[in-house]
């Protein structure tokens, strides 16, 4: 069974820091890439960042220039530095994988639990 397990929320004053880490596990053949979304109260799930297989990253306008994220082949983890955090920064973070499982061989999405950040002004 593949999971993905995040952890490193909390709660930060605005101006703050905080580092997001997700470890994928449980019978992996492959990784294409692995991405952060979040979703605030009331509001939509949204893109804020992402890393395909040859380290080519994306991110979310919102956040470019403050959030990093990197990952490690060799661990199949991925982590969101986020930095000069933002009162609308706040919302649950979902990790996001697409995958090759051993146990089907065929590409599927998959997401973690998620973890809360919550940033106060």
């Known amino acids: 069974q593949v999971q993905l397990v995040e952890s490193g929320g909390g709660l930060v004053q605005a101006g703050g820091s905080l580092r997001l880490s997700c470890a994928a596990s449980g019978g992996i053949f492959s990784i294409n890439a692995m991405a952060w979304y979040r979703q605030a109260p009331g509001k939509e799930r949204e893109f804020v960042a992402a890393i395909r297989s040859g380290d080519t990253t994306n991110y979310a306008d919102s956040v470019k220039g403050r959030f990093t994220i990197s990952k490690d082949n060799g661990k199949n983890t991925v982590a969101l530095q986020m930095n000069s955090l933002k009162p609308e920064d706040t919302a649950v973070y979902y990790c996001?994988?697409?995958?090759?499982?051993?146990?089907?061989?065929?590409?599927?999405?998959?997401w973690g639990q998620g973890t809360q950040v919550t940033v106060s002004s």
């Open positions: 996001n994988a697409l995958l090759i499982p051993l146990a089907t061989m065929t590409l599927k999405n998959y």
